[in-house]
């Protein structure tokens, strides 16, 4: 036959209740991803809309239309949320198994003939058939949808993320982004090169190409294999990988990854394919107070910063040196390779011009701040932001 006869759907009608719930089990427990996805209400309202719709068909009633509807609207759904489509789809499958294995007990149960049977699981493959292809349908639409606004989302939670991180704005950005939000995240700050365009990157890294100094989001980059993703990242460009915050820490992160981008810039640190922050907590504490560190300097060091370059950098590194040895000469000299008698008059002449206790255990802290600070700045060509007149 070609369709089963509307006696047949009048005799199911009165098992749909109990049709509805054995299905919804099965899902439950075959299918639990789909009902932790979607949801109860959204489970029991697809099982007893096609359990409608399927015996509608039966009746002869325009029930094609409702089906498209229905699924195209789970599909849709499915996609708003982020999830993919197999969980809906293997929850029509098991939907089909368990209508299937119902229908057959009924045939036997009816004393139904073969042909009914065959048009009833011939109805019930094409209606599952029908939703598939709908639920495909609205999730394109959907995705298509999204995509069209998706850049906005990103760059309003990228923004977000190192401006104002408010969870609230977090969580509501990351949702119509599509992005899952991580236990911790770090700034990528790249070196300004207009030469190299920028990379295709992963759809969890937030960038900004265009900003002044362009820089990235990059989530978890303490998880394994992060060096290797990073070098993928930014390729050719010189980097500088920010510290590690928690979400609503990107504004430190960000900010520490900026400054050490210029500082890079004017030949303070080396530039290197990748650089940590972390790995200059001094420079960068030194860089973000300089105009303390030319006071202080001008107090402490005094003429030994208005000597030339070629005169003042010898002292300062014997200084450096002597101070991180424990104020041991015979240890410096080890250290730089000298004479020890090299070393005593080099320290001999800056206590000349300092007039400092180089042993004064209160000025050792500052002494090796400003002492770091002023060699970076003499070998990157910079005239000492700080003499014996002040800053």
Do not use: K
Not at 42 to 65: E, I, K, P, Q
Not at 79 to 97: S, Y
Not at 219 to 236: C, E, F, M
Not at 279 to 290: E, I, P
């Amino acid at each position: 036959m070609s369709a089963p006869p509307r006696a047949v759907a009048a005799r199911l009608r009165p098992h749909a209740g109990a049709a509805v719930a054995e299905i919804e089990r099965e899902i439950r427990a075959h299918v639990p991803e789909y009902v932790e996805d979607d949801g109860e209400d959204t489970l029991h309202r697809a099982v007893s809309a096609t359990t409608a719709c399927f015996l509608d068909a039966l009746d002869g009633g325009g029930a094609g239309t409702a089906l498209t509807d229905l699924y195209a609207a789970l599909g849709a759904e499915a996609a708003a949320r982020g999830h993919g489509l197999e969980p809906l789809r293997e929850a029509l499958r098991v939907g089909g198994r368990v209508a299937c294995r119902r229908l057959i007990a009924d045939s036997y149960r009816l004393g139904w003939p073969r042909d009914t049977l065959t048009g009833l699981t011939d109805a019930l493959f094409r209606l599952e058939s029908e939703a598939a292809d709908a639920a495909a349908r609205g999730h394109a639409r959907q995705r298509a949808s999204q995509g069209a606004d998706l850049g906005g989302h990103r760059a309003r939670l990228r923004d977000a993320l190192v401006t104002t991180p408010r969870p609230d704005l977090v969580t509501r950005y990351a949702a119509a982004a599509g992005w899952t939000v991580p236990r911790a995240l770090a700034v990528v700050a790249l070196f300004p090169d207009a030469r190299i365009r920028p990379r295709i990157i992963p759809p969890d890294v937030l960038a900004d190409w265009d900003a002044p100094v362009p820089y990235l989001v990059l989530p978890d980059p303490d998880s394994p294999g992060a060096d290797l993703r990073l070098a993928q990242l930014t390729g050719r460009r010189i980097a500088v990988l920010g510290p590690t915050v928690p979400v609503t820490g990107g504004p430190v992160s960000f900010r520490w990854a900026r400054q050490a981008v210029t500082l890079v810039e004017r030949g303070v640190l080396p530039a290197r394919p990748l650089t940590r922050c972390t790995d200059h907590l001094a420079t960068l504490a030194a860089s973000a107070a300089d105009d303390l560190v030319a006071l202080t300097g001008a107090r402490l060091l005094g003429p030994l910063l208005d000597l030339p370059p070629d005169r003042a950098l010898p002292l300062l590194d014997t200084l450096a040196a002597y101070l991180a040895c424990g104020n041991n000469a015979t240890a410096t000299a080890q250290r730089l390779s000298l004479h020890s008698q090299t070393v005593r008059y080099r320290l001999r002449r800056i206590t000349d011009l300092t007039g400092r206790d180089l042993d004064d255990p209160d000025a050792r802290p500052d002494m090796m701040i400003l002492t770091h600070w002023a060699r970076l700045l003499l070998r990157a060509g910079e005239p000492p932001v700080f003499s014996a007149t002040g800053p």
